[in-house]
């Protein structure tokens, strides 16, 4: 626990009871996490799930219906040096496209009173110094990204948070952001990062807090998220409700009949099924194995139509305080694991 003159807090960001309310819709809907310092935290959910007007909170741009959402125990727009404290663009649309890279970092660097010097540090930074004096309209999506990132980093600021920085990246540059943010984290420093696709930022991120509809649905680390898979057996056979049967009386019940007509089967082997099958009458044309990937737990947790068909996977810890799932049905077709 910290004290500031403001109060306590237990991690940079702390998230506590946030909703925010438009006229006809719940954008955000009673979310709380934290962000601990050092870590990359991923902030994940489809489209329209509530992410932005999160991070514009976060930020004092949006002021919530409820809750708080603070920055070392304080809400942003009381810090006292706000850029120092956290390095924050939400919108690669804030670029002036006849302005030039130095240019527009220059500008911001003077409204936040730091030196100018400094807009051609962080262009080098980001690695475009040799496009300082290119207009940012004929910047790809990647350049401006980078642009973005140098603009949050003009402050030489203790948080990073950053709106989709990944979108518009090839592989080269995702590896790129990767490391600029690894190492960043890597001094102790703090980084939350929104994004519409786990698979986009696995790699990059330490931890998850994955929104569906303004809701929380699961939050922990990447590696409690990997433990949370589980492979299960896909068996063709000639009578699977029957096999289903059979394998629970023999304590396996979790056995599901999948859309296309096979048993999905967790919780053991291949070598239970022939014998089992064999008492009960049951032929069994194959067997598969199915592994999930993370893409396809994401997919379940937050959009319901895909919880379904999604069957290789078994449902992570929660819901609790702890690190875990925290959301209704839309998740997976096998009653939970745990
Ligand atoms: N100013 C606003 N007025 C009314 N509704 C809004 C406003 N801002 C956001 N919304 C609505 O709130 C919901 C959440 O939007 P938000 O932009 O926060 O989601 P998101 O997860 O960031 O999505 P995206 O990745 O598409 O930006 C959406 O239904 C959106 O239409």
Not at 281 to 301: K, R, S
Request: aromatic share 6%.
């Amino acid at each position: 626990m910290t004290n500031t003159a403001m109060g306590s807090f237990s991690a940079p960001i702390e998230i506590r009871g946030l909703t925010k309310t438009f006229k006809a819709a719940r954008a955000v809907n009673d979310l709380s996490f934290d962000v601990q310092a050092g870590s990359i935290t991923g902030f994940l959910g489809p489209n329209g799930s509530g992410k932005t007007t999160t991070l514009r909170m976060l930020l004092g741009l949006v002021s919530p219906t409820s809750g708080s959402a603070t920055i070392n125990g304080t809400p942003m727009r009381l810090l006292s040096n706000p850029a120092r404290t956290v390095g924050a663009v939400l919108d690669v649309g804030s670029l002036h496209p006849k302005r030039t890279a130095l240019g527009h970092l220059e500008i911001y660097a003077a409204a936040i009173g730091t030196p100018t010097q400094r807009a051609a540090q962080v262009l080098d930074m980001v690695g475009l110094s040799s496009v300082g004096a290119h207009k940012t309209g004929t910047f790809s999506l990647g350049m401006r990204q980078r642009l973005i990132l140098a603009t949050a980093m003009l402050g030489d600021p203790e948080i990073l948070v950053l709106d989709e920085p990944a979108n518009g990246l090839d592989p080269e540059g995702m590896a790129w952001l990767r490391q600029f943010l690894q190492t960043f984290a890597g001094s102790g420093r703090t980084v939350l990062i929104s994004s519409h696709a786990l698979r986009e930022v696995e790699a990059t991120v330490d931890s998850v807090v994955i929104v569906s509809a303004g809701s929380l649905v699961y939050q922990g680390t990447m590696d409690e998220l990997r433990r949370s898979q589980r492979s299960r057996l896909l068996v063709s056979c000639s009578n699977p409700a029957l096999l289903a049967t059979a394998l629970a009386a023999r304590g396996i019940i979790d056995a599901q009949i999948t859309q296309d007509g096979r048993l999905a089967v967790g919780g053991t082997d291949t070598s239970v099924l022939p014998p089992v099958a064999s008492a009960a009458g049951v032929t069994i044309f194959g067997v598969a194995t199915e592994g999930a990937d993370l893409e396809q737990l994401f997919l379940a947790m937050t959009t319901p139509q895909y919880a379904v068909p999604q069957v290789g996977y078994h449902r992570p810890p929660g819901p609790g305080s702890g690190p875990g799932y925290y959301g209704p049905a839309a998740y997976g077709p096998s009653g939970g694991h745990r």
